[in-house]
């Protein structure tokens, strides 16, 4: 992961551009941050351990620089702390590093046996003194010296690199993890992703795996195997919302309220023309679905909601487990890679695998422009806007709202419904709906009752059992709380030795055809004195529950878009009432572009 931000210009505002260009990436990781700039002709480094506020307040943020390479990092080898935090440097080389080196350990000896040392316990360390290696090797040829360290070099990278001989020029390579030179007037960036720059530019270039960027304050030039190339100049017209709270106290709690409009906004557009902009899938006799993390989650969602309601089977897969297994396609098969941010490492290399066997590939992306939504076939943009809080809400739902339009579609050309008009009607009401949902529930008194326990429980049937592995993710994610997530019917195969008196176990209810089944679950972990919470669209018996959130019911299209809001309301509340950094939880990052 970790986010990397470099600036070349003539007004000498490298410290201040780039570091505010960086907290737009801090969501890529916060463990440590740091910056090397050109003071005096000479490179200072200045580094700190946590966020990126630590290491402003290290700095005089009008120093005078025209240029600077800066970090975010996300710790992969050594732990966080400052003597493992970018930039390193080695020799004549400074660098920041997003990505994995894998052949660290051999690269590092065959330097010790050339007479290296190293101070850090980082691969990235490992990367800068390969670079001077090659470099003296070279006889300071710069593009040269780039292009032997590519081929001795394996893992993912993107680095900005400095040189204390040619600190007019900043120098940027990469393969497998993103980066963008960004073009402003008479000044360069490079930079982890596009939106980190839109303070100052929306111009961009992608930079591919084979060249090497070398930027000046006048001009940047782009190599490949030792040759300039054209490259296109791409603009970025996406309108990202401010990095602003606005009212709220958290980005969480804001993303969770503009939900109503995403969905809304995503439905009504897509209806009105009659979902022509939504691809069709009925030639298709196999479709997969790829993602990590909460995008798996969503492609639970969609397999219940194909399954149950338009009779199309949906094979669901974990990306990391996927791009390693034995994957079987059928004559006419389709992978739908699903993600967030669009650079997920994981999902990226299960769409380049497919895409190599000739395979049709379709992403639902809410990062315009990113890795995953520029190489498959199609796209679809869920456009959520951007997502701050490292725990997904609007992102999620949107991911749902677009595959329950996938799946819509899907059932009027298989003729199992005739036309709009029924699901119109929950469209026009569903901005209202999940406004109720959010605001008129006292989430705060059940938060109140249970977050101080150690272990809470999640169970439901069919897509409700997919939207429990979500609120229960939510959960374990924000207040650090142990939290299992059962089909309903499996939690007393073994853990339901781990119910005692008072655990709190969240039952979802939405599914009236397997509603009696949770029910006689619900009375087993009640007979064993847990405490039993229900989110239901369902008149219940009160004897079922001691807090029962009652939620509207709707289309089963568009029911888990409301029936997921609860339980991204109980997370936050629980995580708000234990003290949590609910935007910024421990060891996680929003952006994984790490295998
Ligand atoms: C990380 C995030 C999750 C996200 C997952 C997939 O683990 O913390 O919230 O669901 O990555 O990310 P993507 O950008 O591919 O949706």
Redesign the pocket.
């Known amino acids: 992961m970790c986010g990397i931000i470099g600036y070349i210009g003539k007004d000498n505002k490298a410290i201040e551009k780039t570091i505010s260009c960086l907290e737009k990436l801090e969501y890529r990781g916060y463990d440590s941050a740091g910056i090397a700039y050109v003071f005096n002709n000479e490179i200072k480094i200045q580094k700190s351990k946590g966020r990126i506020k630590n290491l402003k307040d290290k700095l005089q943020i009008d120093t005078k620089s025209n240029c600077a390479i800066a970090h975010t990092r996300w710790a992969t080898h050594g732990q966080a702390n400052e003597i493992n935090a970018h930039p390193h440097k080695v020799g004549n080389v400074t660098i920041v590093h997003n990505g994995i080196i894998e052949n660290y350990l051999e690269l590092k000896n065959m330097l010790i046996d050339n007479g290296y040392k190293f101070i850090s316990d980082t691969d990235t360390e490992v990367a800068c003194a390969t670079l001077d290696f090659f470099y003296n090797k070279c006889n300071k040829n710069i593009i040269k010296s780039i292009d032997e360290f590519k081929k001795i070099i394996k893992g993912s990278y993107a680095l900005g690199i400095i040189y204390d001989d040619d600190i007019n020029n900043l120098y940027a390579i990469k393969k497998d993890s993103p980066l963008i030179i960004g073009i402003s007037d008479e000044s360069y960036f490079i930079a982890s992703d596009v939106p980190a720059l839109l303070e100052y530019t929306n111009k961009y270039i992608i930079l591919e795996d084979n060249e090497i960027a070398k930027l000046t304050s006048d001009k940047y030039e782009i190599y490949n195997m030792e040759k300039i190339v054209d490259k296109e100049i791409k603009t970025f017209d996406f309108k990202y919302s401010t990095q602003d709270k606005g009212n709220f106290e958290h980005f969480m709690l804001k993303e969770i309220n503009e939900q109503p409009k995403i969905v809304y906004d995503l439905l009504k557009e897509n209806i009105d023309n009659n979902l022509e902009d939504i691809p069709s899938l009925i030639n298709y006799d196999r479709i997969d679905i790829i993602?990590?993390?909460?995008?798996?989650?969503t492609s639970l969602v969609a397999k219940y909601i194909f399954e149950q309601q338009v009779n199309a089977e949906i094979n669901c897969y974990v990306a990391s487990e996927y791009r390693y297994e034995n994957n079987f396609f059928g004559k006419n098969s389709l992978v739908i890679f699903?993600?967030?941010?669009?650079?997920?490492a994981d999902?990226l290399a299960c769409l380049r695998k497919v895409k190599k066997q000739g395979i049709d590939t379709l992403a639902i992306v809410?990062?315009q422009g990113s890795s995953?939504a520029r190489e498959a076939d199609k796209v679809i943009y869920i456009k959520a806007g951007q997502e701050i809080a490292?725990?997904?809400t609007k992102?999620?739902t949107a991911q749902i709202t677009i595959l329950s339009l996938l799946a819509l579609k899907l059932s009027y050309e298989k003729n199992i419904i005739n036309n709009f008009d029924e699901i119109k009607k929950d469209i026009d009401k569903i901005t209202e709906i999940i406004d109720g949902v959010i605001k008129n529930i006292d989430y705060e008194t059940i938060a109140l009752n249970i977050y101080e326990r150690n272990d809470i429980f999640f169970i439901g049937r069919l897509v409700d059992y997919a939207l429990a592995l979500e609120g229960s993710l939510k959960l374990k994610?924000i207040s650090y709380i142990n939290s299992c997530t059962y089909p309903a019917g499996e939690l007393k195969h073994g853990t339901i030795s781990l119910i005692d008196d008072k655990t709190p176990v969240i039952s979802i209810i939405t599914d009236e055809s397997v509603m009696d089944k949770t029910i006689s679950n619900i009375k087993e972990i009640i007979a064993r004195g847990a405490k039993s919470i229900i989110v239901s669209c369902i008149d219940l018996d009160d004897d079922i529950y001691d807090y029962s959130i009652k939620i509207p019911k709707i289309n089963p299209f568009l029911q888990p878009i409301i029936t997921i809001i609860p339980l991204q309301l109980l997370a936050y509340n629980i995580a708000y009432k234990r003290g949590c950094d609910i935007d910024k939880p421990r060891n996680?990052?929003?952006?994984?572009t790490v295998e």
């Open positions: 993602g990590c993390g909460s995008a798996y989650h699903i993600s967030q941010s669009g650079e997920t999902t809410n990062a995953i490292v725990a997904t992102a999620y994610e996680l990052a929003k952006s994984v």
